[in-house]
């Protein structure tokens, strides 16, 4: 099999490498493409286009196949702790005794936050979105840690802007929880585990004796693993692109919980409660639901339908409908918008429309019933996301930061006005 790939334009033959994966992956390599012939590629939302090699995370969309590392989602979720992965993510191996001891150690070490963070804190209006406060919080980690800067400065600083941010996340984000609703922030509480923690910080409340529920911290540690990693999707480019400017990795990571925000990405799993929602309080007939969703002049879509890269099924989405029956059976919580989901699902994967365009139920279907079964509100199921997926933007931003890659600065081609002369205002 040829190596390479053959451009003809303008009667002219250009060879272009073709470079392959560990998976059989194949890409055509055009760097030198435009200073040969001039020609730049055009891919809107880069849906066919490769924007880095990785060593992370292996996705076939076909087959519904998603690894870490090597090692399959299905056994990570049922066998691993989120701090595991995260250290496997980041450092590329699973880790040893001794090295999970000393990663836990640090990052239990690190996970107050300054007091001056409570002032800026206080500064949101308590209806701010979590995601807003939480995005900007990580932003000013950078103002308490300014060695934090310069990406460059050393491994050990690298590791501990690293151990930062892993531990602190979760205390922030609970806090931006606190704000929203006019309450008193928890101090992290270190003699539990990294879940156990974020949920009491969550959810006590003074004079309480709060100890999370194990079925609860159980499916919280699932739930963050399923959401740990996804190569390059839309935050995740972000993380790497705006690293690639050798921005901090706090700026970084803002900017990616920035990118995750919107209802098309993270911000689905908000967006699909709120739709079941809606479909209830309307009397639970999905049909209207779905032909506003196949109506070209209706912006509406089926939240948690459809992925750009999984054509068969999400296999996070497989893992977690199992688990919300069983989390809701555990916990005895009867939700009757687990049943509506379970209705538009068999409803949607049985219609032409859906069909057609391998339209399947994505992570974000069925993550917001089990977050309501362990109590979180609506607005948080999208910081939930983050918390999950930061593991994976650190190890992105450690790869691309270590293969020395380029600034990221894709091209265009212009369609605005030639140039013209500038007219005074008067002759307007
Ligand atoms: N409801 C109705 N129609 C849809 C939907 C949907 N949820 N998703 C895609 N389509 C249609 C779309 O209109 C298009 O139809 P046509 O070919 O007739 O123009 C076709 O399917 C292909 O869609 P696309 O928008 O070109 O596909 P994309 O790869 O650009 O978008 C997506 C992927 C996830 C943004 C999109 O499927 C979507 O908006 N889904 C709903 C939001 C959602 O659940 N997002 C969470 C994704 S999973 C979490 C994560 O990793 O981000």
């Known amino acids: 099999m040829s190596d390479k790939a053959i451009i003809t334009y303008n009667g002219q033959s250009y060879e272009l490498p073709v470079i392959e994966g560990t998976e059989n992956e194949k890409a055509v390599d055009i760097s030198k493409l435009r200073a040969e012939s001039g020609l730049i590629t055009l891919d809107f939302g880069y849906k066919n286009t490769g924007a880095t090699t990785s060593a992370i995370t292996f996705l076939d969309g076909e087959e519904g196949i998603l690894r870490y590392r090597g090692y399959s989602i299905e056994e990570l979720a049922e066998s691993a702790s989120f701090l595991e992965v995260a250290y496997l993510l980041i450092f590329g191996e699973l880790p040893t005794k001794s090295e999970f001891e000393k990663f836990n150690a640090d990052i239990t070490k690190h996970t107050l936050v300054h007091e001056e963070i409570k002032n800026i804190l206080d500064g949101f209006p308590s209806k701010s979105h979590p995601m ?16 934090s ?8 600083q690298v590791y501990l802007s690293v151990i930062r941010i892993l531990a602190k996340m979760p205390t922030i984000a609970a806090w931006a929880y606190k704000n929203e609703l006019g309450h008193p922030v928890n101090y992290p509480d270190n003699s539990l585990d990294y879940c156990s923690n ?9 004079s309480d004796v709060y100890k999370a529920d194990s079925v609860v911290a159980d499916a919280l540690n699932k739930l963050l693993i399923l959401h740990a990693d996804h190569e390059q999707n839309c935050s995740t480019s972000t993380v790497r692109i705006v690293g690639s400017s050798h921005a901090s990795l706090y700026s970084a990571i803002s900017a990616g919980i920035s990118a995750l925000w919107g209802p098309l990405h993270g911000g689905a799993n908000q967006a699909v409660i709120e739709m079941l929602e809606a479909i209830r309080k309307d009397g639970g007939g999905v049909q209207k639901f779905m032909d506003k969703a196949k109506d070209k002049d209706d912006p509406f879509r089926l939240m948690g339908f459809g992925h750009r890269v999984y054509k068969n099924f999400d296999p996070r989405a497989k893992i977690i409908k199992k688990a919300a029956d069983s989390v809701l059976a555990k916990l005895g919580v009867n939700d009757p918008v687990l049943e509506i989901a379970k209705g538009l699902e068999e409803v949607a994967l049985s219609d032409p429309y859906f069909v057609e365009r391998k339209l399947y139920p994505n992570v974000d279907f069925y993550s917001g019933i089990i977050y309501r079964a362990l109590g979180i509100p609506t607005q948080m199921f999208t910081v939930m996301f983050a918390l999950g997926r930061l593991p994976g933007w650190i190890a992105q931003w450690k790869e691309m930061r270590e293969n020395n890659e380029p600034i990221g600065r894709p091209r265009q081609i ?11 205002i008067g002759d307007r």
């Open 414 to 424: 212009y369609t605005g006005a030639k140039a013209r002369p500038f007219t005074n």
């Open 149 to 156: 800067l310069d990406p460059n400065r050393s491994a050990d």
């Open 132 to 147: 807003g406060v939480l995005s900007s919080l990580i932003s000013s980690l950078t103002a308490f840690y300014p060695e």
């Open 198 to 206: 974020f949920l009491k910080m969550m959810f006590a409340i003074p």
